[in-house]
């Protein structure tokens, strides 16, 4: 059964500033970590996630957990939304999305606002659509982070996310075991001179719900449809659910 609180018994708010720290430190090494400690297969799970929303094209896009851009980059050019904003809670990961959206010509589209997912600042029914990779496993509270996305989406408008997840079959459930306590921790940990992020990481992805679980979780929140798929044995999973 899910539980909120499975990694450590601490508030919402020190959980918040924890994660927010945490990703400021490992801030200038985090998309290439991510590339390489995927083999570069991330980039083909955000297209697919984004790809999702292509036939209701949405104009208007939020990108929950932006970290330094690339779900969003990547959105606004399959896309072509009139707005796309990147909400986050580093500053540190949002200013190198910036960086990145004006290399790409595009901070006329996208723009960085820092907000606590779990409480954000837009009124209701103000977006088409919402997205999220690879972020909302850090929530400090999935329920108020999900129900927050589906506030602010407009009737009829769409959530994707995708996120890392375990494989439930053997032998990828085993391998991915493997992996993720032991090159996952001590490669990110080389790399980003951070000794916990990448030990975090794997904790989470462990405690996050998933599957059927997640999908009846979506629907608590307030969406009215909600689906999943898993990508790559289990290893990456993508829900689409409609307000």
């Known amino acids: 059964m899910y539980q909120q609180e499975t990694i450590k018994p601490y508030n919402e708010g020190e959980k918040t500033t924890q994660v927010e720290q945490m990703f400021d430190n490992i801030a200038p090494t985090y998309d290439t970590l991510n590339h390489r400690l995927s083999w570069d297969i991330d980039k083909g799970w955000r297209r697919k996630a984004i790809k999702q929303l292509a036939p209701f094209n949405p ?94 989406l407009k009737k009829g408008g769409h959530l994707s996310i995708v996120e890392l997840t375990t494989p439930v079959s053997f032998p990828m459930k085993q391998l991915f075991h493997i992996y993720s306590h032991t090159v996952l921790p001590v490669y990110g940990r080389i790399i980003s001179k951070d000794s916990s992020a990448y030990s975090y990481l794997t904790k989470t992805i462990e405690a996050f719900p998933q599957g059927e679980e997640m999908v009846e979780i979506l629907k608590k929140a307030g969406f009215a449809e909600a689906r999943f798929k898993r990508l790559t044995f289990g290893i990456c999973t993508m829900y689409f659910a409609t307000k």
């Open 59 to 152: 104009q208007s896009l939020l990108d929950i957990a932006t970290g330094t851009g690339d779900f969003a980059i990547m959105a606004a050019q399959i896309l072509a939304p009139q707005k796309l904003i990147g909400a986050d809670i580093s500053e540190g990961m949002m200013d190198i999305g910036r960086q990145k959206v004006k290399q790409q010509g595009l901070d006329g589209v996208i723009s960085f606002e820092r907000e606590d997912c779990t409480a954000l600042s837009y009124v209701d029914n103000t977006f088409d659509a919402v997205t999220a990779a690879f972020g909302i496993r850090n929530f400090a509270n999935l329920d108020k982070g999900l129900a927050e996305m589906c506030r602010v």
